[in-house]
T-cell receptor
Framework: SQQGEEDPQALSIQEGENATMNCSYKTSINNLQWYRQNSGRGLVHLILIRSNEREKHSGRLRVTLDTSKKSSSLLITASRAADTASYFC??????????FGTGTRLQVFP | SQTIHQWPATLVQPVGSPLSLECTVEGTSNPNLYWYRQAAGRGLQLLFYSVGIGQISSEVPQNLSASRPQDRQFILSSKKLLLSDSGFYLCAWAGTSGGGWETQYFGAGTRLSVL
């Protein structure tokens, strides 16, 4: 079963705006990752945040993790049309397996 | 650098026909290998997981099987396809050569349509 649930399921914004998507999970985790998937393609790893971290940055990406609420958020600042994709969170707990969420479809209009 | 190859990109097969999807990884040794299926507009479901040659863990009961005949080769098979086997199949690897065992790297995927 999928552990992560992303919210919203779909998001449409204009270029230059910020995009925020959220992920909730059910059990304790070692880390949480965010992946991006362009339509009809494989997933690309974006960023990993460990359970003892609260915030992490990578370029225009900012990820937060609240283990007490079992939730994470991904913020993309100054979005571009090229950011249009689906974004998935994935969690792991003491295994080499990942459990993926249902994804957020982001559409950025030029 | 590491690369992952997955083929074919698209496949249309009749119900009851066999299936063989292949995935190979280059530039790393002894990777963990994974097969996922993704239904349209949905997340990824882990089908099989392998930590070494001949070692396969099945995550869900189904009409499919997997094999790992070589260290960097992972094959997804079926003897008789069902309509419900249609979907987007993704292969992935993880290992010390990449971002560590926690980060997975994906192939481009195979879109399978069973008619």
């Amino acid at each position: 079963s999928q552990q992560g649930e992303e919210d919203p399921q779909a998001l449409s914004i204009q270029e230059g705006e910020n995009a925020t998507m959220n992920c909730s999970y059910k059990t304790s985790i070692n880390n949480l990752q965010w992946y991006r998937q362009n339509s009809g393609r494989g997933l690309v790893h974006l960023i990993l945040i460990r359970s003892n971290e609260r915030e992490k940055h990578s370029g225009r990406l900012r990820v937060t993790l609240d283990t007490s609420k079992k939730s994470s958020s991904l913020l993309i600042t100054a979005s571009r049309a090229a950011d249009t994709a689906s974004y998935f969170c994935a969690t792991s707990h003491n295994t080499d397996k990942l459990i993926f969420g249902t994804g957020t479809r982001l559409q950025v209009f030029p | 650098s590491q690369t992952i190859h997955q083929w074919p990109a698209t496949l249309v097969q009749p119900v009851g026909s066999p299936l063989s999807l292949e995935c190979t990884v280059e530039g790393t040794s002894n990777p963990n290998l994974y097969w996922y299926r993704q239904a349209a507009g949905r997340g990824l479901q882990l089908l099989f997981y392998s930590v070494g040659i001949g070692q396969i863990s099945s995550e869900v009961p189904q009409n499919l099987s997997a094999s790992r005949p070589q260290d960097r080769q992972f094959i997804l098979s079926s003897k008789k396809l069902l309509l419900s086997d249609s979907g987007f199949y993704l292969c992935a690897w993880a290992g010390t050569s990449g971002g560590g065992w926690e980060t997975q790297y994906f192939g481009a995927g195979t879109r399978l349509s069973v008619l």
